[in-house]
């Protein structure tokens, strides 16, 4: 977010709304300021501690990989409990990505605090809305997603909720699914000071994690991802939040291998795998 978009936007508050609105902008933005500058230390410390454990093969805080959104499909909630935030990249070992139920999850609100849980998409209430939404036409009013949203928000932001949802979808089914990147160089004046101050486009792509059998798992990003697997759209963008530390060792193996023949079976069985063309992209040789 450059200056003039600032500017702009500022000026923009202060002629539709008054100065009083523009004072509390101008605070609120300080102390979003503040946390994200303070965050982005965080994710830089992070990342020199990734890099000195595992070498080239660290991920980046905000790298962006391309999935086949119709393969996932189970969700994580939340990360890995609750004690990650939502800047950068991390790698975490331990059973998170096999804390499996098959029970309904009506609302994520509804789950306990302090429980982390992985589920079949297909037992999430919103996942089979969007669903019957997309290829049975039901009407989305008509649904239980609906009311419950409406019971826990209010009917104005249903109605919002609603509106983004077909929005996306005509871009999505027109092939129009934009990178965050994207979407932020080709229109930068219409995207709030205060949501994108000091944070890259990516950090707003759709989020997953990566468990350690290289499954992965829906994160954030409900609206769009949800679309884009039900269109079946052949390639999104998102960005990993956490992986599995047995994962990452993998991909330490991968970068520091110069030939396919010398990999481990497991590691050879993942080298098409999304989260590993970015350590193949050189190329490993066949033979050595």
Same mark, same amino acid.
């Given at each position: 977010m450059n200056l003039r978009s600032v500017s702009r936007q500022a000026w923009l508050r202060l002629r539709d709304?008054?100065?009083?609105?523009?004072?509390r902008a101008g605070i609120s933005f300080v102390? /979003?300021?503040?946390?994200?500058?303070?965050?982005?230390?965080? /994710?830089?410390?992070?990342?020199?501690?990734?890099?000195?454990?595992?070498?080239?093969?660290?991920?980046?805080?905000?790298?962006?990989?391309?999935?086949? !959104?119709?393969?996932?499909?189970?969700?994580?909630?939340?990360?890995?409990?609750?004690?990650?935030?939502?800047?950068?990249?991390?790698?975490? %070992?331990?059973?998170?990505?096999?804390?499996?139920?098959?029970?309904?999850?009506?609302? @994520?609100?509804?789950? !306990?605090?302090?429980?982390?849980? /992985?589920?079949?998409?297909e037992e999430s209430l919103?996942?089979?809305?969007?669903?019957?939404?997309?290829? =049975? %036409? =039901?009407?989305?009013?008509?649904?239980?997603?609906y009311a419950l949203d409406t019971q826990y928000k209010s009917v104005a932001k249903a109605e919002q909720r609603l509106d983004q949802i077909e929005t996306l979808y005509e871009e999505i089914v027109s092939g129009n699914y934009l990178s965050q990147a994207t979407l932020s160089n080709r229109n930068p004046h219409s995207r709030s000071v205060l949501r994108?101050? @000091?944070?890259?486009?990516?950090?707003?792509?759709?989020?997953?994690?990566?468990?350690?059998?290289?499954e992965i798992f829906f994160v954030d990003g409900k609206h769009r991802f949800s679309i884009a697997k039900y269109t079946e759209a052949e390639r999104i963008p998102v960005r990993v939040v956490v992986r599995h530390e047995a994962w990452q060792e993998l991909r330490q193996e991968i970068h520091d291998t110069k030939a396919v023949s010398e990999l481990s079976s497991r590691a050879?069985?993942? @080298?098409?795998?999304? =989260?590993?063309?970015?350590?193949?992209?050189?190329? @490993?040789?066949?033979?050595e």
């Open positions: 709304t008054g100065i009083r609105s523009l004072v102390f /979003v300021a503040l946390g994200r500058l303070y965050n982005r230390g965080l /994710v830089r410390a992070r990342h020199y501690r990734h890099r000195r454990r595992y070498g080239g093969s660290a991920p980046e805080p905000y790298g962006v990989i391309f999935i086949d !959104p119709t393969e996932v499909e189970r969700r994580i909630y939340p990360y890995v409990g609750n004690e990650l935030s939502e800047y950068g990249t991390y790698i975490r %070992d331990g059973n998170w990505d096999r804390s499996y139920t098959e029970r309904t999850i009506q609302y @994520l609100p509804d789950i !306990p605090q302090h429980t982390q849980l /992985v589920f079949p998409l919103f996942f089979t809305t969007i669903r019957a939404w997309i290829e =049975d %036409d =039901d009407e989305w009013k008509e649904t239980d997603w994108y101050a @000091l944070l890259p486009p990516a950090h707003f792509e759709v989020e997953v994690a990566i468990g350690r059998d290289g050879r069985s993942h @080298l098409s795998h999304p =989260d590993m063309a970015d350590l193949t992209d050189d190329g @490993l040789t066949e033979s």
